[in-house]
């Protein structure tokens, strides 16, 4: 009975690791082996929206430099996104093989276009952008509103408001001076 118990034990302690040491270095090997695949994700995350930037290259050639609305450029934080201009950016689906092209606007985000293929988001994109550019020169053709006419308001004399108030209060006095005069008779 007492070698059934020992071999059982033995069993226990040949599948664990036998000092914390082992198990904190085996716990930290698969952390980098999990940080390693999020990682390459990321990092072929980057690599299609870089890919979808030289495909929009000739598209913002195309634009005049006077033009200051966009500012294309990846940003490289927890989620690498394509910038388009300050509210429209283009986004890996969960996926990371769609292409999401979005626009946050202020009742939240929206999505423009989604799909596989970048060139039906360079299509998209280039919609988006005929369509700002529009509103743009709108937005400088505009004749500005007319400046309202200031009317001044004529000043009443300040001379004839205090004559009055001195007759009103000559009578008053002269009243009550009369008045007086007459409950003493």
Do not use: C
Request: charged fraction near 25%; hydrophobic fraction near 50%; aromatic fraction near 8%.
């Amino acid at each position: 009975m007492s070698d059934a118990q020992d071999t059982g034990s033995q069993a226990v302690s040949t599948t664990r690791p036998v000092r914390l040491r082992d198990a904190l270095r085996q716990a930290r090997i698969e952390a980098a082996d999990r940080t390693g695949v999020v990682v390459d994700l990321r990092d072929a995350e980057v690599a299609r929206l870089e890919i979808l930037n030289d495909a929009l290259e000739p598209l913002f050639a195309q634009i005049s430099e006077k033009v200051d609305l966009f500012d294309r450029g990846i940003s490289q934080g927890d989620t690498p996104r394509l910038w388009i201009d300050v509210v429209a950016h283009v986004l890996m689906g969960r996926d990371k093989r769609i292409y999401r092209f979005v626009q946050d606007t202020r009742f939240g985000r929206i999505v423009i276009a989604e799909s596989h293929d970048a060139a039906a988001i360079v299509d998209a994109v280039t919609d988006y952008v005929a369509r700002r550019m529009i509103e743009r020169e709108r937005a400088l053709v505009a004749t500005p509103a007319p400046a309202p006419v200031a009317v001044k308001k004529r000043r009443r004399g300040g001379f004839w408001t205090f004559v009055l108030g001195f007759v009103a209060g000559v009578i008053a006095l002269f009243g009550l001076a009369l008045f007086a005069t007459l409950q003493n008779l």
